[in-house]
């Protein structure tokens, strides 16, 4: 995981929350409730990403340490 991508969820994060106060204070909840949902499927689509290069480097430790023994 790389700097560059915390630093870009945040910042996605920040957009999406500003934008979500913005839809609220304007009464456009439906507006609002798709940018959620948007936003949770991205966070959702990241993590798994995420979750996929932690097990490759997981298996490559193991296959590391079944070759030392």
Known sequence: ???TDLLRIAG???V???LHV???QTGKKDFSFFL???AY???TVELLLFLKIFFIEIMEFFQWLSMAV
Do not use: T, W
């Open 41 to 43: 499927l991205y966070i």
């Open 22 to 24: 913005f839809f609220e």
């Open 16 to 18: 999406i929350g500003i």
């Open 36 to 38: 959620f949902l948007f």
């Open 12 to 14: 996605i994060g920040l």
């Open 1 to 3: 995981m790389e700097l």
